[in-house]
C-alpha cells in the first residue's frame, strides 16, 4: 500500500522561505511530484522530479522553488524560496510511475496536503 506523508507546511511572511517534505512508503513508480490548490482555484502542478534526476517545474516557480530526493528515492522535498501571497496554497505530493509525462498527466496516488499560507 503506497502512503505519502507531507510535512513542511506553515505561515511564513513574502520573501520568506519554506522546505516541504513528503515521505513515500510502499511506493515504486518512477516519478514524484508536488501540487497546489488554492482556495476557488483548480489544483496545478509545481514540480516532479523522475527517477534519472530529470526535474519539471511551473513556470511560476522557475528560479524560486527546488525539488529533490533522497538516493533512496523514498523522499521527495520541496525548497521553496522568494515566497509571496501567490504561493499561499495546501501543498500535495504526489506519486506515479509514468516518468516521461513530467508534471502532466494523471497521478496514481497523492498524499493529503500541508498548509501553506504566506503573509505579505
Known amino acids: 500500500q503506497v502512503q505519502l506523508v507531507e510535512s513542511g507546511g506553515g505561515s511564513v511572511q513574502a520573501g520568506g522561505s519554506l522546505r516541504l517534505s513528503c515521505a513515500a512508503s510502499g511506493y515504486t513508480g518512477s516519478r514524484l511530484g508536488w501540487f497546489r490548490q488554492a482556495p476557488g482555484k483548480e489544483r496545478e502542478g509545481v514540480a516532479s522530479i523522475d527517477t534519472r534526476g530529470s526535474t519539471t517545474y511551473a513556470n511560476s516557480v522557475k528560479g524560486r522553488f527546488t525539488i529533490s530526493q533522497d538516493n533512496a528515492k523514498n523522499n521527495v522535498y520541496l525548497q521553496m524560496n522568494s515566497l509571496n501571497a501567490g504561493d499561499t496554497a495546501m501543498y500535495s505530493c504526489?506519486?506515479?510511475?509514468?516518468?516521461?509525462?513530467?508534471?502532466?498527466?494523471?497521478?496514481?496516488?497523492w498524499g493529503q496536503g500541508t498548509q501553506v499560507t504566506v503573509s505579505s
Open positions: 504526489a506519486a506515479d510511475y509514468r516518468w516521461w509525462l513530467g508534471l502532466g498527466g494523471e497521478w496514481k496516488y
